[in-house]
């Protein structure tokens, strides 16, 4: 009988005598298709290997996306921006049971092979010819971690690529290397890259720390993350467990006492990693959008920066707690806003669809730097931000900056604006805005803004003009408003966070600091990629922009912003309330010498509120219960008077202390007795009865109009009880 070696010989002979018994034209198509198909593999051999990363992109596997660090306004770390939480450790900070649970499950000959394992692979391509279908992998540890570089669509291509950079991965690490970057890089679920997050994040301990059982169960996760996440499929990740104790014991990497201990182990997470964020979450939001536009998504979220802020978190937790406390307040006034004919309100009633909306934003007056922002009241339910994103209109709010124009221009706080009772004449009709806040026929700029004339903003806007009066609004930071007399009323539409670092210049000596809430950027390697250096701007002169705030501190003491003295703020302040027509917004920015704070209260889609809302007793009481907290333990002082202000101009500056100087030395005996220094006190006592007797007058018709609410009231519940 012939030999295997003469058989073939023998079939050779008579398959060449077959092809040359064929016509030519058929032998020439099969040369054709021989030589194509010839050459298609040689160019297929030759795409694949010249795709194969060379070894420095093989070096670059090492690379992984890192955690970005936000840091407070103390240099402490508060919130982090992640693409993949990842956690690096060395093998040996991780647990030999862990280790020897992914070796027994995924790669059982792991340390024997050159980066594929045939016998692997035969087996599992006979588990798929019995099955019909893939039920078995035959990648090697190295040839996952091949597939970190190429991702995972199924192709032939993609196959023989991963083979090749799996040989070359073999060639250039050993053995605990490659197994250090795959345990590194490998998804866990849940959002957990690596074992060290995974660790943390399921069991809240080291991955050096894990037990038989928990390793087992993290290594059963790496076939299917998402199908046997603990915290999503408890049962599944159980089953799988199970699988994996199976193979660590029939590899013997265990005792089958260690193996039946495990299998009985309930399962107890705890995530360690993941950092609870519950308060600045507008405030992340806004700087993760700023350095996106800067940097890019990539590098924010796998960069691993650190990322210095201006926040303050214990002003962050009070900007957080007033808004939510002041949101409830207002709204169980609410339910009470009915009309006696038609019960409750539809149009100031809240809906779950469209709740009642607040925002905050604080500034540091000098630097600009943002202590607290909150957008809205719940991120989770809308993260658009109202405080730097949403423009309204500021109604009231807005006419300190038709003052800082007339100011500008000469006039001075105890000027009169008179024919406050004479329409204003426009090109084409006169004009008389609704005033109910004041009757008289002339006002002074102090006694005006005090108690927020419309028609003496008006009047002064013409009188000073209106281009002006834009300039001046411009120089504060405000860019296309309406060109029409109404915007001395606060018809132009801006964002809370500008308005406030507007209010912040009044504090600042005319300077305006752009808001900001980045101080500073680094990369991994400590290289300053960005550093805040912006300079503030002219708007006023310090000497206005100090008899503004002059005035503006009446408001609070004797005006519309009074209630937060009844309210419990005695700190030196100024501010201007703010209230839109129907009711529609309440604003209110107020400041002390080293804080302004700006509050904004109304719906989404615009509507009133509640009948008589005014932003005095929306918007104070939540700028108040901030700032009380905000603002606890600071002194009492006022901001220091400039040079060039006259004595005669009766500024509190003049009498209350001035921040940073020293208190007028107490008189001594004989002092006393010759009456020495008795200008002074005199001075000082009238200005103080002064005081007193605005605010005993203020108080009494503030009681006068609470009696005629009250008086209102109890009209309309009886109406009502009659039509029952």
Known sequence: MPSVVDQVKILKVQVRRQFQTLPAGIRAAIGIAALSAGAYALWFAIDVVASVPNRDQIQAIRVMAQTSVLLDADDRPVFTLAKEHRLEVALAEVSPHLVRAVVAIEDRRFFDHEGFDPVRIVGSSLAVLRAGKAVQGGSTITQQLARQTLGREKTVRRKLKELLIAIELERQFTKREILELYLNKVYFGDGLYGIEAASRGYFGKRALDLTIAEGALLAGLLQAPSAYTPTVNPDKALARRHVVLQAMRETNTISTADYEGADRTPV???????????????????VRRQLVQQFGVER??????????????AKQRAAEAALTQSLKTIERTLASAKSPRQGASSESATSPADPLQAALVAIDPESGAVRALVGGR????????RATQAERQPGSAFKPFVYAAALEVGYR???????LDEPLQLADAAWSPDDEHAAASSLTLREALRVSSNRAAVRLLGNVGLQRTL?????????????????????GEVTLNAMTAAFAAFANGGLLSRPFLVRRVLDQDGTVLFEHDEPAEHAITPENAYRMAD?????????????ARRLGFDLPAGGKTGTTNDYRDAWFIGFTPTLVAGVWVGYDQPRTIRPNGYASDLAVPLWTQFMKTATRGQPPRWLKAPRGLRDDEHLRGRVVADSGEPAP?????WARLFGLGDDRKRQDDRRQDEIDRERGKHERDHEQKDDKQKQGRDTEKRSGQEER
């Open 268 to 286: 107890q997470l705890q995530d360690g990693l993941r950092r609870h964020e519950p308060y600045g979450a507008y405030f992340k939001e806004e």
């Open 413 to 419: 706080p105890n000027d009169e604006i008179d024919r």
């Open 300 to 313: 924010v979220s796998e960069g691993g920066l650190q990322i210095y802020t201006t926040i303050d978190m």
């Open 551 to 563: 005035m503006l501190a009446e408001v609070v003491d004797f005006g519309t912003g009074s209630a």
């Open 471 to 491: 300039q001046t609004a411009h120089a504060f930071g405000f860019d296309n408003l309406p060109n029409v007399p109404s915007v001395a009323l606060g018809s």
């Open 378 to 385: 719940d991120f989770a339910q809308s993260p658009y931000n």
């Open 665 to 669: 030395k107490k008189r001594g005996f």
